[in-house]
């Protein structure tokens, strides 16, 4: 590899933003200008913790439009969102604002709840760290894969790649765009097929490693290759190294 991986992990912080909605009007508009840091914070925080056995509407949103306006039917919209059709935060956005727009101007667009009950728009402001493990090559990854807390995989595969601003990429993580720079990239299609919102980050880990088990025995092949292709030994050698390439 031409340079290592360096696993990072991030500690989040939340803070209140000072906004604050007591009507789907409100909730629409002070949506429709909040930070992207506040839009994360409401949707993807129960990702991060992966608590399958939580609430139904595993959005902040959703769960405040049917807890504290009884709009369950736009609640249901609003949580039927699937976070895996989004590359980008403003796409989510865009969704969410358009599952409010059909009630613009009924009564209940105004209708405000009582006092104490008004959503408070949060960020997530997050520290990002050195996990201390780092890679020179696939054997290392993998143990480093191995032993890293989730929250390392968390960030490499949803957070750092939802908060990207840039030029659309091949490759979608950080794990899958460093091992195709390595030259693995049938490996790196595959981990970009991964679903990383399936169900929680043990079990995510648990099916990175199953990939790279396979490709394991090929990247020590790989490194084997790079040692005797400069003088292989007698000729069966050279003919095995042959195949290997799909010379012959």
Not at 2 to 15: A, G, K, L, R
Not at 34 to 55: I, K, M, N, V, W
Not at 91 to 113: I, K, N, Q
Request: net charge negative.
């Amino acid at each position: 590899m031409d340079h290592p991986f360096i696993f990072m992990t991030s500690v989040e912080s939340t803070q209140l933003t000072g906004h604050k909605a007591a009507s789907l009007m409100e909730l629409y508009l002070y949506l429709k200008e909040a930070e992207g840091s506040s839009l994360y914070h409401h949707t993807h925080r129960f990702y991060r913790s992966h608590s399958f056995l939580g609430p139904a509407h595993r959005s902040d949103f959703a769960l405040w439009v049917a807890g504290n306006l009884k709009e369950e039917a736009l609640a249901e919209r609003m949580a039927a969102l699937d976070l895996r059709d989004y590359r980008t935060l403003e796409e989510l956005r865009a969704s969410l604002l358009a599952c409010m727009e059909p009630l613009m101007g009924e009564e209940r667009w105004t209708r405000r709840v009582p006092p104490g009950l008004e959503f408070h728009f949060c960020k997530a402001v997050s520290l990002v760290l050195p996990s201390g493990y780092q890679a020179h090559n696939l054997e290392e990854f993998v143990f480093a894969l191995e032993r890293v807390d989730v929250s390392c995989i968390y960030y490499h595969l949803i957070e750092a790649p939802l908060h990207y601003h840039g030029p659309e990429r091949t490759y979608a993580t950080d794990f899958s765009r460093w091992l195709a720079d390595g030259g693995f990239v049938d490996l790196a299609r595959a981990l970009d097929g991964i679903d990383p919102y399936q169900d929680d980050l043990e079990a995510l880990r648990g099916r990175l490693l199953a990939l790279f088990q396979k490709n394991r025995f090929k990247a020590v092949a790989q490194r084997v290759l790079e040692r005797v292709a400069p003088n292989p030994s007698g000729e069966p050698a050279a003919a095995w190294l042959r195949r290997w390439r799909k010379e012959d």
